[in-house]
C-alpha cells in the first residue's frame, strides 16, 4: 500500500480544523486510511542518513504525517486530494466539478504524433493548467505526486511517464517523435551542458534515482523525445526533461505530457494531476484542453473529465450491505464518497444514477458503489447477521489420515517438527549425495537467497538441518514431520504435483536401525490389509548414495509398489549437515497408504 | 533368602543389650566387644535415635595425637639425638651424616649446632665432630609420654604445635539409653509396594517411609507435536463445528491465471512483480487452461462486461500461463468456485483451508517466504457484509477475540473489503488479525456461478496468533528449522475453541 507524507499542519489547515492524534486516527479508521506514523522532517532525514536520534525535538520541526492509502486510489496520493476527501467524507464540503475549459475553434494546443513512436510507446495525452498559483509546499506536492504516480500506477513509468512544464518558455504545436538516440541532442534537468541522447543513457548509469528507469527504451533502436515547434526537447521520456521548460515556483502555465504504453492509464494519470492541482488555477478546477492529432489524421482532446455514469437499482445497492435505507439517504452517503448521485423511480423501483468524477478510477462496477456506501454508513454500524442455510462440515481424507499418522508417530516416542517447503539446491541434493537429474525437482525462477532455489523434493535435509540446529539434545533425538515435496509431474495441468510424505530420524551414540524399522512395523500394521497388502518381507536392500551400504532398504507393498525407504545416512551426509552422531532416517509416501 | 545383613545383627545387639542392661555407657567398647567398627555401629546409633528408638548422648573429647613425622622421632630419637648418635668419634663429613640421616639431616643439624652438641675442625667446614659423650633426647621423651596418654606441660604442648609434630583431633562416641519409641526389634519401613508384597501379604504390616514431594519425578520418554500444528487442528474444529468443508489445498504450484487473472487481479498489479512472487524455471509454464473460462477472464479485464467496465489494457495469455508457488490458498477457493459454478443446480458451500503459502519476501523477526495461511469462505445466494461480520464474529470469538471492528481497506478481488481488528486486552489496543471481504462479481460471474450468489470470505495467517498466543516475536522461534526443541517440549496444550 503507498504511503503519503503530508505536514501535520498543512493537513489540518486544509481541514480546516485541527484534530487530536486519537481523533484523526478514529476518522482514518473510518475512511479506510491509516495513519501509519508520525515523524519530523528531520527525523526523516536523520534515518536516510543512519544517523543515531540525539532525542532533541525542536519546537519548531514540522510534524509530518504518514498516511498509507489504498493501492487504487490515485486521487489520494497527495495533501490536496487527501484533505478534499476528507473535507467531503465529513461533509464540510461538496465534491467539485471539473472543468474542460472551452478553446476558441484554432487556438487550442496540439501534440502531433510521429508514427515511429508505436515502435516504443505509442500513447501521449497532455492538458494544460493556466494561471497557476504556487508557493513552497504546493510546488513539493506537485513533484511528490508525480513521483508517487510514477512508483504506483506508472509501474516505476514502464507504462505511464509525466512530463510537466513551464509553458511560456515553449511553443507550440508539439510533436511526439521516436527517433535514433544519436539525432536527439539536449540539456536535461539539472544540467548544464548538451547531451546526445545515448551518452546521457550512459552518463545516467551512475545515476542511483535514473539508472532503474533507463531499461526501459535503452535497447530500442529509437528513443521517444517531445519538441516544441522550435525544436526544443521538452522530455525523453520516460527518463528526463529538458532543462529549458523546467517548472519554477514562478511558472504559472504549465504543459503536462504523459506518455505510455497503456492508454487507460494514461488516461488516468492525466486526470489525477490535472484534478488535484487546478484547485491553484486562476479558474478553480478548470482545465484547458490539448489536442493529440495522430500521423492518420485521428485526433483526441485530452483530458477527458467527463462523468462516468452508473445507473443502479437501490436494492443492488443496500442488498449486498445488508441494511435498509431509502433512497435520499443512500444518495446522501454516495455524495460523502464524491459521488453525485441522484434517484428516481423506473417502473415503480427506486433507482439511483451515480457519476463517477474522474478522480474516482477505481470504480469499475455496481459493487464498488456498494462498498462506498456501506464505508459512508460505517463498516461498524452494519448490524451483523447470519447466513440462512446450513452445511455440514468435513474434513479431506488425506489431512485427516495424516494426521493420524501423526499421532501414531508421537505416539511411539517421536517429536514432531515443522520445517520449510523451500531450500537450497546444494541441500536437496549435493549435501544428501544426489545428484540432480533435473527429472524431478520444482526449480525457483527468482530466489532472493540460495536459501529459496528449489521445492524440497525429499524431507532428509529438513530433518539433518533441524537436528543440526539442536545438536546438543540429549540423545537419542527423535524426531519427524509429516509434509509435501512436490516433483516435476507432466500429468498435471501445472507440470508439478505434491505428495505427502512422513520422515522420521533418529540420532544416537548407535545408528537406531532396528528402532526406526520397528517405527515402520508399527505403521505398517496400523494401515496393513484389506487396506494396503504387506507381504511377509516389505524391506528390499537397495544402494542410495545418501545412505550406507548395506544399511538401507526400501519399503515395499505385495505387488512390489515402494511405498518407502530407510537406511544409516552416509558419514559423509552427516559431515556435510555437521552431524557427529549416527542417524537412521525413513521417509515413506502417505498418499500410498491412504 | 537373603542373608542377614551384619547390620541387621549389629542392631539386634545393640537392642538386646539396651533391653537386658538398660544402657551402653560407652559405644566404642560396645563396638569392640561385639566385634563391629565403630562407624557401622554409629550408623546404626543414628538410624535408631531418628526413630526416638534409642536416645543417644554425644560424648566428645578432643586429643593431641602426633603427625607421622612427631611418631618417627618417637620411635628412633629426636633428630638432633639422630644426629649426635651417628657421630663417630674422629667425626663425620656431612655427606656420610646426610646419606645416614635422610630428612632428618637438616633439622638435626640446626638443632645440634643451637644445643652445641656438635662443631667443626678449623678450616674443615665439611669435617663435623661431636662436642659431647652422650645426649638427653628431652623431645624424644615427651612425644613418648603424649602417645601413651600422658599429661605434658602447656609449654611443651605449644612448642609441639609451633613444630608441627602434634595436631588435634576429636574424637566422638556416645552413651545409650533406651529411647521413648523403644522396641526390641524395629519394624522396617517400606519405600515401595512390590509384587512380593502383595503375594506374601505382609503389605497388612507394611509402614512406610515419608516421601519427599519436594522431588520431582521422573522425566519420562515421550512423543511431542509442534505448537504450531497443535494450533492448526484447533482452528479446524473450530471451522468443522461451523459447517465448513476442507478444501485440497496440496498443491503449491499454481499457474498465474488461478493465482491472480482468475481473481480479477490485473497483469500489472504490483503482488504479481517478481519481488513479491516465487515464479519457477521448472515447470515454467502450465499446460493446460479451460479455454471457454479463459476467454471470459481476457475479456472481463480487458473490456468488462457483467456490469464492469474492466481494467482497459490488453491482457496477455503468456503473462497467465507463468507458473509461481501459490501466493494464497484463495488460488484454491477460486478452482473450487469455478468447480462449483460447472455443478447444477447450484448449492451453497461453506469451505475452509490452512495449508502453506509462499512470497517472495526479504525474511525477518515477523516474516517468511512460507507461512500458513487460514481461509474461510461461504457461498451463497443474497449473502450481505452483515453476514460476513456475524461469521466473523462467531469465528474469532471461538479464537478467544471477540471484541472486533473493521476497516475499510482494498483487495483487488473483494469489494466490499474489509480489514479485520481485534482489541488485544494484554497489548491495550487494536490488532489487525485478518483480512476479508465479499468476491467481486468480475470474479465469480466469468466462472458462471448464477447472478445473485454472494461469496464472503476472510483470511489470515496461522502464524501471527500463534505467536499471540504464545507469547513468541520471532517467526522463526516457532516455524522452521531453527526451533528450538525445548519449546516444542515445554509448549502448554492449546485452549483455543475448548
Redesign the interface.
Given at each position: 500500500?503507498p504511503t503519503v507524507s503530508v505536514g501535520r499542519d498543512r493537513l489540518f489547515a486544509a481541514l480546516g480544523r485541527t484534530y487530536t492524534q486519537e481523533e484523526f486516527d478514529a476518522l482514518c479508521?473510518?475512511?479506510?486510511i491509516?495513519l501509519d506514523d508520525v515523524t519530523t522532517e528531520k527525523a526523516i532525514v536523520r534515518k536516510e542518513k543512519h544517523i543515531e536520534d540525539d532525542g532533541e525535538v525542536e519546537s519548531d520541526d514540522e510534524v509530518i504525517y504518514k498516511i498509507e492509502v489504498?493501492?487504487?486510489?490515485y486521487d489520494l496520493l497527495c495533501l490536496e486530494g487527501l484533505a478534499r476527501a476528507l473535507r467531503v467524507f465529513t461533509g464540510t464540503e461538496a465534491s467539485p466539478v471539473f472543468q474542460v475549459s472551452s478553446v476558441p475553434r484554432g487556438s487550442i494546443l496540439q501534440m502531433n504524433v510521429k508514427p515511429q513512436t508505436s515502435q516504443i510507446r505509442p500513447y501521449v495525452v497532455c492538458a494544460v493548467l493556466r494561471g497557476v498559483t504556487f508557493d513552497e509546499a504546493r510546488y513539493n506536492s506537485f513533484i511528490d505526486l508525480q513521483d508517487k504516480l510514477h512508483q504506483?500506477i506508472c509501474?516505476k513509468r514502464t507504462?505511464v511517464a509525466i512530463g510537466t512544464h513551464d509553458l511560456d518558455t515553449l511553443r507550440a504545436p508539439f510533436s511526439y517523435e521516436a527517433l535514433p538516440p544519436h539525432e536527439i541532442n539536449f540539456v536535461p534537468l539539472k544540467q548544464e551542458k548538451s547531451f546526445r541522447a545515448d551518452k546521457l543513457m550512459e552518463f545516467y548509469k551512475s545515476d542511483m534515482k535514473l539508472k532503474k528507469f533507463l531499461h526501459i527504451i535503452e535497447n530500442s533502436p529509437v528513443y521517444p523525445v517531445i519538441y516544441d515547434s522550435n525544436r526544443t526537447v521538452l522530455s525523453l521520456p520516460p527518463i528526463i526533461n529538458g532543462a529549458h521548460s523546467a517548472i519554477t515556483l514562478a511558472t504559472r502555465n504549465i504543459f503536462i505530457e504523459c506518455t505510455a504504453t497503456?492508454?487507460?492509464?494514461a488516461n488516468i494519470v492525466l486526470n489525477t494531476m490535472v484534478t488535484m492541482f487546478s484547485e491553484y488555477c486562476e479558474n478553480k478546477f478548470e482545465v484547458e484542453p490539448v489536442e493529440v492529432v495522430y500521423h492518420d489524421g485521428n485526433k483526441t482532446v485530452y483530458p477527458d473529465l467527463s462523468c462516468?455514469k452508473m445507473e443502479v437499482s437501490l436494492s443492488d445497492i443496500l442488498?449486498?450491505?445488508?441494511?435498509s435505507l431509502n433512497e435520499e439517504q443512500v444518495v446522501c452517503l454516495l455524495n460523502k464518497m464524491q459521488l453525485q448521485a441522484e434517484h428516481h423511480s423506473f417502473n415503480g423501483e427506486p433507482r439511483i444514477s451515480v457519476s463517477i468524477p474522474p478522480t474516482r478510477s477505481d470504480i469499475?462496477?455496481?459493487?464498488?458503489l456498494?462498498?462506498d456506501v456501506?464505508?459512508a454508513y460505517g463498516?461498524?454500524n452494519?448490524?451483523?447477521?447470519?447466513?440462512?442455510?446450513?452445511?455440514?462440515?468435513?474434513?479431506?481424507p488425506?489431512?485427516r489420515f495424516s494426521?493420524k499418522i501423526?499421532?501414531e508417530?508421537?505416539?511411539?516416542?517421536?517429536?514432531?517438527?515443522?520445517?520449510?517447503?523451500?531450500s537450497s539446491h546444494e541441500e536437496n541434493f549435493d549435501m544428501l549425495n544426489r545428484t540432480d537429474d533435473?527429472s524431478k525437482?520444482?526449480?525457483?525462477?527468482?530466489?532472493?537467497t540460495a536459501?529459496?532455489e528449489v521445492?524440497r523434493t525429499s524431507l532428509m535435509s529438513?530433518l539433518l538441518?533441524?537436528l543440526?540446529?539442536?545438536i546438543d539434545?540429549p540423545r537419542p533425538?527423535?524426531?519427524f514431520e509429516v509434509g509435501?515435496v512436490?516433483t516435476?509431474d507432466?500429468s498435471?495441468?501445472?507440470?508439478?504435483?505434491?505428495n505427502?510424505r512422513l520422515a522420521a530420524l533418529y540420532c544416537n551414540k548407535v545408528s537406531g536401525f532396528e528402532e526406526i524399522m520397528g517405527l515402520v512395523d508399527s505403521i505398517v500394521k496400523v494401515v496393513r490389509a484389506p487396506h494396503v497388502n504387506f507381504g511377509e518381507k516389505y524391506y528390499v536392500p537397495t544402494a542410495e548414495p545418501e545412505f550406507f551400504p548395506k544399511r538401507q532398504c526400501k519399503i515395499v507393498t505385495s505387488d512390489a509398489k515402494q511405498v518407502g525407504y530407510l537406511g544409516i545416512v552416509h558419514a559423509e551426509v552427516l559431515r556435510k549437515f555437521g552431524i557427529p552422531d549416527p542417524c537412521t532416517f525413513v521417509e515413506m509416501d502417505i498418499e500410498a497408504l491412504l | 533368602m537373603a542373608e542377614k545383613s551384619p547390620a541387621a545383627d549389629v542392631e539386634a545387639d545393640l537392642l538386646a543389650h539396651l533391653n537386658s542392661a538398660g544402657e551402653v555407657s560407652d559405644s566404642r567398647s560396645f563396638a569392640s566387644s561385639h566385634g563391629v567398627s565403630h562407624l557401622e555401629l554409629e550408623s546404626v546409633i543414628k538410624r535408631l535415635s531418628a526413630f526416638l528408638i534409642v536416645d543417644s548422648t554425644d560424648i566428645i573429647k578432643e586429643t593431641w595425637v602426633l603427625t607421622d613425622e612427631a611418631k618417627g622421632y618417637a620411635a628412633k630419637g629426636s633428630p638432633e639425638a639422630q644426629l649426635v648418635a651417628a657421630i663417630p668419634p674422629e667425626g663425620a663429613s656431612k655427606e656420610a651424616l646426610k646419606a645416614k640421616l635422610g630428612d632428618a639431616f637438616d633439622v638435626g643439624m640446626k638443632a645440634a649446632a643451637r644445643n652445641k652438641w656438635i662443631g667443626f675442625e678449623k678450616g674443615n667446614k665439611d669435617l663435623v665432630l661431636r662436642k659431647v659423650e652422650s645426649v638427653k633426647d628431652e623431645l624424644q621423651e615427651q612425644l613418648k609420654r603424649l602417645e601413651n596418654g600422658e599429661a605434658v606441660p602447656d609449654k611443651v604442648i605449644d612448642d609441639l604445635k609451633r613444630r608441627k609434630l602434634i595436631t588435634k583431633e576429636k574424637s566422638i562416641w556416645y552413651s545409650l539409653k533406651k529411647g521413648p519409641e523403644f522396641v526390641l526389634k524395629r519394624k522396617t519401613l517400606a519405600t515401595d509396594v512390590t509384587s512380593e508384597h502383595l503375594r506374601s501379604g505382609d503389605w497388612k504390616d507394611l509402614e512406610f517411609k515419608d516421601y519427599n514431594y519436594g522431588a520431582q519425578g521422573q522425566p519420562i520418554a515421550k512423543g511431542y507435536v509442534q505448537p504450531l500444528m497443535e494450533v492448526r487442528e484447533a482452528i479446524e474444529y473450530i471451522f468443522i463445528m461451523m459447517g465448513f468443508t476442507e478444501m485440497p489445498t496440496n498443491n503449491f504450484v499454481e499457474s498465474s491465471f488461478w493465482n491472480f487473472d482468475a481473481l480479477f487481479q490485473p497483469q500489472q498489479h504490483p503482488a504479481r512483480d517478481s519481488h513479491d512472487t516465487f515464479f519457477l524455471k521448472a515447470p515454467a509454464a502450465t499446460r493446460q487452461l479451460p479455454e471457454d473460462y479463459l476467454e471470459k477472464v481476457k475479456q472481463v479485464h480487458e473490456s468488462g462486461g457483467y456490469g464492469s467496465k474492466g481494467y482497459g489494457y490488453d491482457w496477455k495469455r503468456d503473462e497467465a500461463e507463468k507458473n509461481l508457488l501459490r501466493t494464497h490458498t484463495t488460488a484454491v477457493s477460486t478452482r473450487m468456485l469455478y468447480k462449483l459454478a460447472q455443478e447444477k443446480p447450484f448449492a451453497p458451500k461453506r469451505y475452509y483451508s490452512i495449508d502453506r503459502v509462499f512470497r517472495n519476501e526479504a525474511v525477518d523477526r515477523t516474516h517468511l517466504a512460507e507461512f500458513h495461511q487460514i481461509e474461510g469462505l461461504i457461498c451463497d445466494y443474497g449473502l450481505t457484509l452483515g453476514d460476513l461480520i456475524g461469521v466473523l464474529e462467531d469465528f474469532f470469538s471461538r479464537l478467544g477475540m471477540s471484541k472486533l471492528r473493521f476497516k475499510p481497506a482494498y483487495n483487488p478481488y473483494t469489494e466490499p473489503s474489509m480489514e479485520i481488528f481485534s482489541y488485544h486486552d494484554g497489548l491495550k489496543k487494536w490488532v489487525e488479525v485478518g483480512n476479508s471481504g465479499m468476491f467481486r462479481p468480475e470474479m465469480l460471474l466469468p466462472m458462471g456461478l448464477p447472478e445473485g450468489v454472494n461469496v464472503i470470505a476472510w483470511g489470515l495467517s496461522l502464524e501471527r496468533p500463534t505467536m499471540i498466543l504464545y507469547g513468541i516475536d520471532n517467526i522463526r522461534d516457532l516455524f522452521g528449522p531453527k526451533v528450538d526443541f525445548n519449546l516444542i517440549k515445554s509448549n502448554p496444550l492449546c485452549r483455543l475453541g475448548l
Open positions: 500500500m479508521f473510518e475512511f479506510g491509516e489504498a493501492a487504487n486510489r504506483n509501474r507504462l497503456d492508454l487507460t492509464k462516468y442488498g449486498p450491505i445488508g441494511i469499475l462496477h455496481a459493487r464498488d456498494v462498498e456501506a464505508i463498516y461498524n452494519v448490524p451483523k447477521s447470519k447466513p440462512k442455510f446450513m452445511t455440514i462440515g468435513g474434513r479431506q488425506l489431512n494426521d501423526r499421532a508417530v508421537a505416539r511411539a516416542g517421536y517429536m514432531e517438527v515443522l520445517t520449510f517447503i523451500l533435473k525437482a520444482v526449480i525457483i525462477a527468482n530466489p532472493r536459501e529459496f521445492v529438513c538441518k533441524t543440526k540446529h539442536n539434545h533425538i527423535k524426531i509435501d512436490v516435476l507432466s498435471r495441468d501445472v507440470g508439478a504435483s505434491n505427502r | -
